[in-house]
């Protein structure tokens, strides 16, 4: 379960790229807490939690030092069956300096769609990966990790899915 004193990174505030790099080192260290696996990931991983919404984790691309991922929570959609993904982030995870990146975000049902962030846009990359930093913390605290549910992790009700 979470623990703030577990998770007590550094407070960040918005600043300048030195700033925005502990950022990511921060990101990856929670998204590691919640897919402790992620270098050997493969398919689509959900992590379940009682009185929580299933949280998605997608493996869009792989090299050798990086992975592309998608994560997100899915809504039915009133009007159709189809699903919304919301928030949808686009995260560029790098193995190698242990940092993970927000690529691209839809927030707010869609409303706000960065995609394909420019280098020189410090202030969109600094509210893209607050918000990640914030939303894996809010992860984390409601229980949500994707390990795999044969390996025996107490409390889990995960599914591992894959291609």
Same mark, same amino acid.
């Given at each position: ?10 407070? @960040? ?8 790099? %502990? ?13 402790? $696996? ?5 398919? $689509?991983?959900?992590?379940?939690? $009682?009185?929580?919404? %299933? ?40 193995? %190698?300096?242990?940092? @993970? ?58 599914? @591992?899915?894959? %291609?």
């Amino acid at each position: 379960m979470y623990s703030p004193r577990q998770y007590a990174f550094e407070a @960040v505030k918005p600043g300048g790229y030195a700033s925005l790099m %502990d950022l990511y080192e921060n990101n990856y260290l929670r998204l590691r807490k919640l897919h402790p $696996e992620l270098m050997a990931f493969n398919g $689509e991983a959900v992590s379940q939690r $009682e009185g929580c919404l %299933d949280l998605h984790i997608e493996l869009l691309e792989r090299s050798r030092y990086t992975s592309t991922c998608r994560l997100t929570y899915y809504f039915a959609a009133e009007a159709t069956a189809e699903r919304v993904a919301e928030p949808d982030l686009c995260l560029c995870v790098y193995h %190698d300096a242990a940092m @993970v990146e927000v690529l691209a975000g839809h927030l707010k049902h869609g409303r706000e769609r960065l995609n394909h962030v420019p280098g020189e846009s410090l202030r969109v990359k600094w509210k893209l990966n607050r918000f990640l930093f914030r939303w894996l913390g809010y992860c984390l605290h409601l229980g949500h990790d994707f390990q795999r549910h044969e390996r025996g992790v107490a409390g889990s009700q995960n599914r @591992v899915l894959s %291609d």
